[in-house]
């Protein structure tokens, strides 16, 4: 009897670090299921989303990454259709009124443009999207100089890219004169990040290399 208790006892032993493993295991999937459901609701709670369908057929249909879309908007209007800028700029994406009507040269809307119509969600989405389509395939798909373009201009970026004390290789800003400008393009890239966390079951999104151009 001594003896086979003995072996039990040792038998327990043995078992001991497996016991181990498994609730460490156990653990490791509470924490990774915790993250996936509490983290989400916590980035949406910061980096609200509206006009879902009209801003993912927009994005489709100009091949652009869904939550690039969702973040510029966040930062350009908060998605109020109705903001306009101390400049003039109107909607989600405020879209500068003569900008638009070049814009409008550009992609059919149905029932016609006017400047009224950039505060409708679907009309503004479409024309700020294909103007960042038509940016990023300008600059070689960096997202870096398409957004400064967006916000200052392509000839602005065409200039800072040809000096050399900003561009080494005249295609990658490696400085962004002025402040605001330098701020927008890593504003929306750090909140692209935010909504790649927070809607990864309505977004099919990927993090670039860092979101911006070495």
């Not at 509470?30 to 994005?59: G, H, N």
């Not at 249909?61 to 903001?83: G, I, K």
């Not at 940016?135 to 200039?159: H, N, P, S």
Request: a negative charge; glycine letters at 6%.
């Amino acid at each position: 009897m001594r003896k086979s208790r003995r072996v039990t006892t040792s038998q327990k032993k043995k078992r001991v670090p497996w016991i181990v493993l498994l609730c460490m295991i156990g653990l490791a999937l509470v924490v990774l299921l915790f993250a996936k459901l509490v983290v989400p609701k916590e980035r949406q709670e910061s980096y609200p989303i509206a006009y879902t369908d009209e801003l993912m057929a927009a994005a489709e249909e100009f091949d652009l990454d869904p939550c690039m879309v969702a973040a510029q908007v966040f930062c350009e209007s908060s998605y109020n259709p109705e903001a306009v800028s101390a400049v003039g700029a109107i909607g989600l994406m405020q879209i500068m009124p003569e900008t638009g009507e070049w814009l409008a040269t550009k992609i059919d809307i149905p029932g016609g443009y006017s400047t009224e119509r950039l505060t409708e969600p679907a009309v503004n989405l479409r024309l700020g999207c294909w103007y960042m389509s038509f940016l990023c395939k300008r600059y070689d798909g960096q997202w870096k100089e398409a957004l400064t373009a967006y916000i200052a201009g392509q000839g602005m970026v065409d200039k800072w890219l040809s000096d050399p004390e900003l561009s080494k290789d005249g295609k990658h800003l490696d400085l962004i004169p002025g402040q605001d400008a330098k701020e927008y393009a890593e504003k929306v890239m750090n909140t692209h990040e935010k909504y790649v966390e927070a809607y990864p079951d309505l977004f099919a999104c990927t993090l670039p290399d860092n979101g911006v151009s070495e």
